[in-house]
């Protein structure tokens, strides 16, 4: 005899309901995560609301594991191809060019009895911008050579661009790099209306201010870092300490005369009192020219919550050269931490660290002009498709801007 099942009591059939939709929602997240990446993310950030942020981290890691394996089966089976991630094009202008306008005629003292005879010479024209060389990984003759890719007013070149194959393993993977000739080029820092976190009230427009968002100034927006709950890596900006610091990160410095620096929080003359703004994200991927070995950690979380470094997912990161004269950005899908670090190292970083990741968060463009409308370009095909303009309006995560001085 079959004895008769009791009705479920109200209270589980709502427990079973949230479980049900929980499920449902983990399992759109993931597969959103591949698919549709700004579907993915705000379905990540609304399930860290109801599982928590290592949940979440581990679901991830667990689609970008499976997706891994399947993009490294179809590729041994031939049905993955290596493609370069764009082809050779006319560089992208922020201004319309204008020819360049003739050097000032200066006086040179001529060392005589008579000091006042001086003859007018022009002065010295500055060398046109050439990346480092980068040592390619493979043979493929497309590979690790820079291309003009934005042009400033006159028609200078402002930054290069290139792609490296750094991971032997995944032959098909690319890595985006692009290099600024910081002697015509400024990095500078916003906030988002939200991000970063702090209990600090300060004006946060979440807007590149009036006077650079305007053709011929404007060269290029790409993401920051993490938001604040994943890891509370410190910030300083708008003259106050908006998330401390962590003595353990690496970190990104703007001096009050524009200079940039990149290296160890503890490390001397980093972040000084002539510093106006300073943003953490993580341990060095590069630091003096060496890779950190910390990126082939399998146990460390200071890669993007609790993703660790081995996990493939696009990433993005910010380098700087010896000289401090070219700043670097590099991005690609399916990275590695050690990946991105053996990329920003060939294209000539002595000091690097990691910025945000997951494809959604990780977007960088350049500002083309159309008259006096700024249009963003993306750098990679996949970007276009996910809000390209958003830094070019009050955006709600902090970001990075690059213009004239």
């Not at 060398?127 to 291309?147: C, L, N, S, V, Y």
């Amino acid at each position: 005899m079959t004895t008769p099942r009791r009705p479920l009591g109200r209270r589980a059939r709502v427990a079973l309901g949230v479980v049900a939709a929980v499920c449902a929602l983990c399992a759109c997240a993931g597969i959103s995560a591949v698919t549709n990446p700004q579907v993915g993310a705000q379905g990540a950030d609304v399930l860290r609301k109801v599982i928590g942020d290592n949940a979440v981290a581990e679901l991830e890691t667990a689609v970008y594991a499976v997706k891994d394996r399947v993009d490294q089966t179809l590729f041994g089976l031939g049905l993955k191809k290596v493609s370069a991630p764009w082809a050779e094009a006319t560089p992208i202008a922020v201004a319309v060019p204008t020819p360049t306008p003739e050097p000032t005629q200066v006086l040179r003292i001529v060392p005589t009895a008579n000091p006042e005879h001086a003859e007018p010479v022009a002065p010295p024209t500055p060398r046109p911008f050439e990346p480092a060389a980068i040592k390619p990984f493979t043979q493929r003759p497309e590979e690790g050579h820079w291309q003009p890719y934005i042009t400033g007013p006159g028609g200078r070149v402002i930054a290069y661009r290139a792609f490296v194959y750094p991971d032997a393993q995944r032959p098909y993977v690319s890595v985006g790099l692009v290099a600024f000739d910081l002697r015509f080029a400024r990095l500078r820092y916003v906030p988002g209306t939200e991000e970063p976190v702090t209990t600090q009230a300060f004006t946060r427009t979440g807007r590149i201010p009036a006077n650079d968002a305007v053709a011929g100034r404007l060269f290029a927006v790409f993401n920051g870092g993490f938001k604040t709950q994943h890891g509370r890596f410190g910030v300083y900006a708008a003259g106050k300490t908006l998330v401390p610091a962590r003595t353990d990160l690496m970190t990104l410095a703007i001096d009050d005369d524009e200079a940039l620096r990149i290296g160890p929080w503890t490390e001397a003359g980093v972040v000084g009192p002539q510093t106006v703004v300073w943003r953490q994200n993580g341990p060095p991927l590069v630091h003096n020219g060496e890779i950190n070995p910390l990126t082939n950690d399998n146990s460390a979380s200071n890669w993007g919550a609790n993703i660790d470094g081995a996990v493939v997912v696009w990433r993005s990161g910010i380098g700087l050269s010896t000289d401090r004269r070219t700043l670097y950005y590099a991005a690609g899908g399916d990275l590695m931490a050690s990946t991105l670090a053996k990329a920003l190292r060939a294209a000539g970083a002595h000091n690097a660290m990691q910025l945000d990741i997951n494809s959604f968060w990780v977007q960088f463009c350049a500002v083309r002009a159309d008259g006096t409308t700024l249009k963003p370009e993306p750098l990679f095909d996949i970007m276009k498709g996910q809000q390209p303009d958003r830094y070019l309006k009050a955006y709600t995560r902090d970001y990075f801007y690059v213009s004239a001085p």
